[in-house]
């Protein structure tokens, strides 16, 4: 059974810094690309990052460039997400997703304020 678990968010002041942790099992996490997503309150879910299978490419949406790092260790199973500088409006739930299983974690808190 696929399972996608999310650690790492919290309550932090702006400029300071998270690293959001994805744990993946049920499935062979090194043949999939992956995402991560974010949904604001009150706000539609919205895609934060992409990462190829190799971890070699990665994309993000504008909002996050040059702040946000997102890494994955296949020989751990893990997805991971730096988040740097942030922001009152990087508030939200932060999710995993496995685009091709369409398959999301439980999502994992992240609140910027001082």
């Known amino acids: 059974q696929v399972h996608l678990v999310e650690s790492g968010g919290g309550l932090v002041q702006p400029g300071g810094s998270l690293r959001l942790s994805c744990a993946a099992s049920g499935f062979t996490f090194s043949n999939y690309h992956m995402r991560w997503y974010r949904q604001a309150p009150g706000q539609e879910r919205e895609w934060v990052a992409t990462i190829t299978i190799s971890g070699m490419g990665t994309n993000y949406t504008a909002p996050v460039k040059g702040r946000f790092t997102i890494s994955r260790d296949n020989s751990k199973n893990m997805m991971y997400l730096q988040m740097n500088n942030l922001k009152p409006e990087d508030t939200g739930i932060y999710y995993c997703?496995?685009?091709?299983?369409?398959?999301w974690g439980q999502g994992t808190p992240v609140t910027v304020s001082s």
């Open positions: 997703y496995a685009p091709t299983l369409r398959y």
